[in-house]
């Protein structure tokens, strides 16, 4: 039986926005009601166009966001509510490798100590310089590269060095948000190929936030899809792809451009009408009703939620088998 | 068929305090009315650069120093400023890959739209505005009347993009240059762009260079490629020619690298090792051939000759020179 690692439970993370003359008060919902369990030595791909909560979602989850709403709960422990020094021991379990490596990097510090900085002290500097040596050769990186800025490397480079200093504390997890979309397409293949092996050696746990959906399709093994703070369609990668039960997920995965001419040219697409739909007011019923190609004017009023419509297969929609 | 543009043996340097970067080592490419361009390449080959180099739009310590650029017959190159303005405002449209900084905030989308009219068709202003709501409605934006007299931080990237290839259009180019013009926007939204990009050629018969780094893209849209790495053209083909019958090691490394959604299990991406070639030394062989699998000692020392096939395509590697293949067999 598979352990759950993370469990989710109605996780809610709204930003207050103060503007106008009266400061009238409104929230930004970018997660509202998200219901998720990773399990041990799993990836879980999260996908979703820009602004549908899926990073600030993947931040909540490690607490680096404070939750509105909703518990986390990690290895069976609910560290919703813990403050910093309880978080202390959970902080080396669980780690984060950033979207950005040419912000995530602080230019004034050499490689050696940004990926030392989070070991444990109670081992000693040698121990220490010892380790980042063994850790920048995981990541396929020389020894001497220690003693450099980041400014010296590269964009894939710099990728590298962010998950060695992730691996740096021996997690169990880790949210990789982005990790690649900043990257070269023959660049983006070696981090996938070691995000991969990683796991295998270290026996990691991903959630793998991204919106390059073939990317997250290659490289999990369930995928949930979200719009507008919610998820609405969560199912093994495969039978995602195969069998969309959302309106949404099937816009989407028809929308991604094949590389091989012949199926691209002969494949029908769903064109999607306008933009996502503002998460500041976000009206009543489905969330996607004004995009939606089923819609119906039940759809308008009562809002779906979430339930099996397959074997390990959810969807939030009214008409999930048409 | 005559050609709309043609480039022969391009070369464009910068001089940055760090030395001469060689971005573009004599690329030759061409177009034909109607044809859909792609030009491929991971960040930092020239391909941007070489589409900047033709319009003549490239900053200060950028220069083009060798090379033909013919365009509907004339050779752009020998063109006054004034001339080559002109070609710009009228026949050449261009958009460019970030919508989000490419449009003046301080305008009205309506201004910005009408100016080409204006400066380059003499129009007057309310003949420019006619034509501009016109044109917002052929790209898909509702209330254009509204649209028109709305700054750009109303409108949404996807809206922003469409305003450019409106901008582009606006005067009916016969060229229109879109370099990564979906790049920043979502897979939804890149999908609608897309769209509107093949109507436009169905309907008035643009041709259109597609610069991108996205191969799902190019197998969609384009009739033919080139495929660029270290400011060199390394293989160019029919599309369907480059991704069944690849011929560049560098072409097959950037198949393998990227995931096809259509293979159901146990696809292993292939990356190519290694990092692009620095172009302020730049290699005296194949650019490609530090990172090739396949090199030979030749490649290191000299750039292979590019060898024309029948059906067009052709393809600068030593592995498919003859001699090669007669003593070694056919590799790839």
Request: proline share 6%; glycine share 8%.
């Amino acid at each position: 039986m598979k352990q759950p690692l993370v469990e989710i439970k109605g996780l809610h993370k709204h930003f207050p926005i103060n503007y106008g003359l009266f400061r009238s008060k409104k929230l930004l919902k970018a997660v509202d009601g998200v219901d998720l369990t990773i399990y041990e030595k799993e990836t879980f791909g999260l996908v979703g166009e820009s602004g549908c909560g899926k990073t600030t979602c993947g931040r909540t989850v490690l607490k680096l966001y404070e939750p509105t709403a909703g518990s986390v709960h990690f290895e069976g422990t609910d560290i919703t509510n813990f403050s910093r020094q309880q978080m202390l021991p959970y902080r080396s379990r669980m780690q984060m490798i950033f979207q950005d490596p040419y912000a995530s990097l602080n230019p004034r510090m050499m490689v050696k100590q940004i990926i030392s900085e989070g070991m444990d002290r109670s081992y000693s500097k040698k121990q220490q310089m010892e380790r980042v040596k063994d850790l920048l050769s995981v990541v396929g990186l020389a020894a001497n590269h220690a003693d450099r800025f980041p400014h010296e490397f590269s964009g894939g480079q710099r990728q590298r060095i962010g998950i060695a200093r992730a691996l740096a504390v021996n997690p169990k997890f880790i949210v990789c948000d982005e990790p690649i979309s900043s990257l070269d397409v023959s660049i983006q293949a070696q981090i996938v190929n070691m995000l991969e092996q990683l796991q295998e050696e270290l026996d990691l746990t991903y959630l793998f936030v991204a919106h390059d959906i073939s990317m997250v399709k290659h490289i999990s093994d369930r995928i949930g899809v979200m719009y507008l703070g919610k998820l609405v369609e969560i199912a093994d990668s495969n039978e995602l792809y195969l069998h969309p039960h959302h309106p949404y997920t099937e816009a989407l995965l028809s929308a991604i451009p094949i590389p091989d001419p012949d199926i691209s040219r002969a494949k029908q697409r769903i064109v999607l009408k306008g933009d996502v739909v503002s998460p500041i007011d976000i009206p009543p019923g489905c969330r996607f009703f004004q995009r939606c190609h089923r819609a119906r004017p039940v759809c308008s009023e009562d809002e779906p939620q979430l339930r099996q419509t397959g074997a390990g297969h959810m969807t939030a929609c009214h008409f999930p088998d048409e | 068929m005559s050609k709309l543009l043609e480039v022969e043996n391009l070369h464009t340097v910068f001089h940055t305090y760090a030395g001469t970067v060689q971005a573009v080592r004599g690329v030759s490419l061409s177009i034909e009315p109607g044809q859909v361009l792609g030009i491929v390449g991971e960040s930092g080959c020239g391909k941007s650069v070489t589409m900047l180099s033709i319009l003549g739009l490239l900053d200060e310590i950028g220069e083009v120093t060798k090379g033909n650029v013919t365009f509907d017959e004339k050779n752009l190159r020998d063109l006054s400023d004034k001339n080559l303005q002109h070609i710009r405002g009228n026949d050449i449209g261009m958009i460019f890959q970030d919508p989000m900084t490419s449009l003046n905030p301080a305008y009205r989308i309506g201004d910005q739209l009408t100016e080409h009219l204006r400066i380059h068709k003499k129009m007057d202003k309310k003949q420019a505005m006619a034509k501009a709501r016109k044109i917002l409605v052929e790209v898909g934006i509702p209330n254009p009347d509204q649209r028109l007299k709305q700054y750009p931080h109303e409108f949404s990237g996807g809206m922003r993009q469409r305003v450019m290839i409106a901008m582009a259009l606006i005067t009916e180019p016969k060229l229109l240059i879109a370099d990564e013009p979906t790049t920043a926007l979502d897979v939804t939204i890149q999908a609608q762009i897309l769209e509107i990009l093949k109507d436009l050629r169905k309907t008035h018969g643009t041709a259109i260079i597609l610069i991108t780094h996205d191969l799902g893209i190019v197998a969609e849209m384009c009739d033919s490629v080139c495929v660029m790495y270290g400011g060199k053209i390394v293989e160019r083909a029919h599309v369907r020619d480059l991704y069944y019958t690849t011929r560049h090691p560098y072409t097959k490394g950037l198949l393998a690298s990227v995931p096809n959604p259509h293979e159901v299990d146990g696809q292993k991406l292939t990356p190519i090792a290694g990092q692009p070639p620095d172009l302020i030394n730049p290699p005296t062989g194949c650019p490609f051939a530090a990172r090739c699998s396949y090199a030979m000692q030749m490649c290191t020392v000299s750039m292979p000759e590019v060898i024309r096939y029948e059906n067009g395509a052709e393809v600068a590697c030593f592995l498919h020179h003859r001699q090669v293949i007669e003593q070694k067999g056919r590799m790839i």
